[in-house]
């Protein structure tokens, strides 16, 4: 039973078009966020809701925009897509905010993003 | 501006040898050092962890060395098993604006040849 789980896995679509990523959790976690690993590899934050609050807003494009209708949940929706989207992008949660005792992130396995 | 550094994209070795991979950080304000594991089209799964105030934690064969002087941690994993055979993340968390987030590197892909 998957714990992190994200869907779909992988997306091909033209710019300009509108598409969602859907993220569930089943591990009871209450801190769920979106990470977006591009072609460099680097592997950035760009949302992260605790208890369907948002509590993380990097500086993204507000083509982006998170929803978390219960906790468990976390989409993601990119509007007016670019060529530049083209990425993988990792759900993942945690089972309370992030802080020094209490660490790990725990992976969903990732939507491959392909804007044309 | 990349905080959390690690220079060699590949390495690879022998099963049963010693495999050292590096990561270099910028910021002396970092709390905790993590590594995390990444097999192709997974996820990446928390390994091991240092607090700041330690120089070395161990979990069976992997062990994670802490340099603050240097701004330098490496991960040791002996013996390697080609299973190790994977992409390993440094990433550093750091307190800004009241939370905790968290400052990847790049990767280092593994490779133990059996």
């Known amino acids: 039973d998957t714990a992190v789980s994200q869907t779909p896995k992988y997306l091909v679509t033209q710019m300009g078009n509108d598409k969602s990523i859907k993220c569930e959790q089943n591990?009871?976690?209450?801190?769920m966020y979106w990470y977006k690993q591009d072609s460099k590899k680097f592997l950035k934050i760009m949302f992260s809701?605790?208890?369907?609050?948002?509590?993380i807003n990097e500086t993204v494009p507000n083509r982006f925009s998170p929803k978390s209708p219960d906790k468990a949940h976390l989409n993601l929706h990119i509007n007016s897509l670019e060529l530049g989207d083209s990425a993988v992008y990792f759900c993942?949660?945690?089972?309370?905010?992030?802080?020094?005792?209490?660490?790990?992130?725990?992976f969903g396995s990732g939507t491959q993003l392909s804007v044309l | 501006d990349q905080q959390v550094k690690q220079n060699s994209p590949s390495l690879s070795v022998q099963e049963g040898r010693i495999s050292i991979l590096n990561c270099d950080y910028t910021?002396?304000?970092?709390?905790?050092f993590l590594w995390y594991k990444k097999y192709p089209a997974e996820g990446p799964t928390f390994l091991i962890s240092?607090?700041?105030?330690?120089d070395k934690n161990e979990d069976g064969r992997f062990t994670v060395f802490l340099n603050k002087s240097a701004k330098h941690l490496s991960l040791h994993i002996v013996p390697s098993q080609p299973g190790d055979s994977a992409v390993y993340f440094c990433?550093?968390?750091?307190?800004?604006?009241?939370?905790?987030?968290?400052?990847f590197g790049t990767g280092t892909r593994l490779k133990v040849l059996a």
């Open positions: 993942a949660s945690s089972p309370r905010q992030i802080s020094a005792t209490n660490e790990k992130l725990f």
């Open positions: 591990l009871g976690h209450d801190t």
């Open positions: 809701y605790n208890n369907k609050e948002l509590i």
């Open positions: 910021n002396s304000m970092f709390d905790y």
């Open positions: 240092i607090s700041s105030i330690k």
């Open positions: 990433a550093a968390l750091r307190k800004a604006s009241g939370t905790y987030k968290y400052i």
